[in-house]
DNA sequence: CACGGTCTTTGCGCCAACGCAATTAACCAG
DNA sequence: CTGGTTAATTGCGTTGGCGCAAAGACCGTG
């Protein structure tokens, strides 16, 4: 109880949910804490896999780059999530870039260490095997809606599940809590920032959102999942 | 090494590599084997996660069909593979649908007991870890293809992809082994069979592919390639 | 070997979304 | 307050691929 407010974090986190006390006091004594600043990279995509973060506070979005400059956004992680998941399979390289799009703070550890405690204690792998089964079905879900959906669809959808995870009660209706832009989500949803901004420019006149720079305020959620469900 | 066969084949599965054989033994007691003649569904989408299988010989294709009837393909499993992830990350109903495409055999075993074996013996845990973020890196992939190239670039890279997985060496080039229609490559690459016959027909045309009904053999693989690759 | 079912091919018209380009709006630093 | 930078909007022409439809090829079966 009167323990290190870091291991309070940990024991909440997904990866390290019902592991003893006495296992995370070991992963926390070769833990350390770093800070990240909007728009700064944790790390590039093919770089070497050494260090493992569970986000304490903020928002990173992890993203993967084609030869050819291409982006698209993988995912956005928040509190408790893991950042590096490649540490967890052990995968060499990181198959994309993660950046905090808010100032973040992050518990890191060795990855090599994380392996070794997972492997002796298979709690933490079994939530492991959770965790990315969870992240798997997430992209099920949207390889299906990029494959067989239109494009309004596809970012009434997104607008909605970003609610889901990172959605701030205000006034003017539900608020993505941290910058979003077109560009942003026209790599969520695999289109352009012209077709999302037209796209949001058609909402904002029915009233369904209420967007500005770099930010989305959906303000009839119904509106919006009805424009996501309808055939 | 006298063992029964299906240890042996357990024993090279991705999934229990590495395991000791006094474990193995202990699954096998537990398990069945079970015979799916192309065309057989092994579970439909939502069932309840009771059984567990992993191929011994065949090909299955897993699906994920919408409420309005639209279905993709999210990939093929043959020997080896695990059916049904959900077993391993503890799902309570199958995400998707699989169908044995060629007959089949796989070895069956209560999921719970598969759950309980995992968590008692972490290389199996640390093996399901490593395969989870395998597929999901497929589906990574899969994904910004989807979101970021055109059609005919997709349908080449789903046929390279699946000659690697699935090839034979014949006299006319390698042949994708299983019945393979225009359909099942439409609901792969997120496009219709129209599009799928058209651009295969283009090919014929310039000897890159020799395909037929539910069958595609890939005379010119370099070729097939540079199309998938050119900028 | 003829029949019905399942695949495949191909023509044609159409439209959602892209790509380009130019303008406007919002934010930041000094 | 100003100038520079980054983000958003919107008009316009183009087009890749869809959707529909009809015909042809292939296959298993009685």
Redesign the pocket.
């Known amino acids: 109880m009167a323990e290190s407010p870091d291991i309070d974090i940990l024991a909440r986190s997904e990866l390290f949910r019902g592991v003893p006390v006495e296992v995370l006091r070991e992963l926390h004594a070769a833990s350390f804490r770093r800070k990240f600043p909007a728009g700064e990279t944790v790390f590039q995509q093919e770089d070497a896999v050494t260090t493992f973060y569970i986000v304490v506070v903020g928002r990173l979005r992890v993203t993967q780059t084609t030869l050819d400059g291409q982006q698209i956004i993988i995912r956005y992680l928040g509190p408790g999530d893991v950042v590096g998941y490649a540490a967890l399979t052990g995968g060499a390289a990181h198959p994309g870039a993660v950046t905090a799009v808010d100032d973040s703070h992050l518990i890191g550890m060795p990855a090599a260490i994380l392996r070794e405690t997972m492997s002796r204690h298979s709690r933490i792998a079994m939530n492991a095997v959770t965790l990315m089964g969870e992240r798997y079905q997430d992209l099920q879900l949207r390889l299906r809606e990029l494959a067989t959906?239109?494009?309004?669809?596809?970012i009434a959808h997104t607008l909605l599940r970003l609610s889901q995870q990172a959605g701030r009660r205000t006034a003017r209706g539900v608020e993505i809590a941290f910058p979003?832009?077109?560009?942003?989500l026209?790599e969520m949803t695999?289109?352009?920032?012209?077709?999302?901004?037209?796209?949001?420019?058609g909402w904002?006149v029915k009233g369904f959102v209420d967007?500005?720079?770099?930010?989305v305020i959906i303000a009839k959620p119904e509106a919006l999942a009805e424009v996501a469900e309808e055939v």
Chains 1, 2 share one sequence.
């Open positions: 959906e239109k494009v309004e669809r596809r979003l832009s077109r560009q942003d026209a695999g289109t352009t920032l012209h077709t999302v901004s037209r796209t949001l420019s904002e967007s500005g720079r770099r930010r």
